[in-house]
């Protein structure tokens, strides 16, 4: 069995330290709640595709819309508001 391996050089190499500075860790977990509020949308989307809409999916859907709005607007409020050079 021959084993397939790449015969050219990569055109950009990749930089040494792939790990996430301590900055873009902070601000992956100020954004969490936004995330997982667009997961859940996005979960009670998928199953619109597979069945016909009930009542009860059309609630889900507004709900996890409305989690997505809130915890946006959280997360817009918790931001800082840059200071005016004056």
Do not use: C, Y
């Amino acid at each position: 069995m021959k084993s397939i391996v790449a015969r050219h050089t990569g055109v950009t190499p990749l930089p040494a330290d792939l790990e996430p500075t301590d900055a873009e860790l902070n601000e992956i977990e100020a954004e969490m709640d936004v995330v997982l509020a667009e997961v859940e949308l996005l979960d009670a989307l998928i199953v619109l595709l597979d069945r016909p809409a009930l009542e009860f999916d059309a609630r889900r859907v507004r709900r996890a819309n409305n989690r997505v709005l809130a915890a946006r607007r959280d997360a817009a409020n918790k931001s800082p508001i840059p200071q005016a050079v004056a």
